[in-house]
Every structure is written in C-alpha cells, then in structure tokens.
Nanobody, 116 residues
C-alpha cells in the first residue's frame, strides 16, 4: 500500500522557518519525482515544488523561489521542504504528492500557519 505522511507543520511568525517532511512507503521512492503542493484557505491547489528521482533537479513556483528548498533522502524514503522567510500568504495545508504512472498519490497534508 502506497503511503505518504507529511509532518513538520505548525504556527510560526512571519520571517521564521519550518521544515516539512514526507515519509513514504509502498513504492520505490528513489525511482520517482516528488512534488509539494499546497492549498491556502478558500483557494485552489497551488503547485509549490518538484524534485527529480535522484534529487539533482528541482523547480519552484515563483511565489516561493529563493525561500523554499526541496530535497530528498532516498535512503530514508523521505521528502523534505525547507521553508525560510515565511510570509502570511504561505499559510496553507501542504501536501506531498507523486505520480506513479498508473495513479497519483497524495498525503493527508500538514498545516502551516504564518501569523503574528
């Protein structure tokens, strides 16, 4: 069974940092691209970042470029998102997601709230 479990969210003040994790199981993690996607309150899904299977190619949405860093540890089957200089507009439910070809899989999300 494919499982993606996000963690690391919380309530922080503007300018602070958080590191999200996504622990995976049930598939060959090291073979697949991984994504972070978020949904802000009252808004649609926004793609945040993607990383290739070996971790040497990444891409970011313009809204987070320069502040967020995606990474992965294939030995631990875990995806990360380092979020620095957080802004109130980063408040959202953050999901990790992957497309295994026959189906896309998502975690249940971890809430990030940025507020003073």
């Amino acid at each position: 069974e494919v499982q993606l479990v996000e963690s690391g969210g919380g309530l922080v003040q503007p300018g602070e940092s958080l590191r999200l994790s996504c622990a995976t199981s049930g598939f060959t993690f090291s073979s697949y691209y991984m994504n972070w996607v978020r949904r802000a309150p009252g808004k649609g899904l926004e793609w945040v970042s993607i990383i290739n299977s070996v971790g040497d190619i990444t891409n970011y949405a313009g809204s987070v470029k320069g502040r967020f860093t995606i990474s992965r540890d294939n030995a631990k089957n875990t995806l990360y998102l380092q979020m620095n200089s957080l802004k109130p507009e980063d408040t959202a439910l953050y999901y990790c997601a992957t497309d295994l070809g026959w189906e896309s899989y998502w975690g249940r999300g971890t809430q990030v709230t940025v507020s003073s």
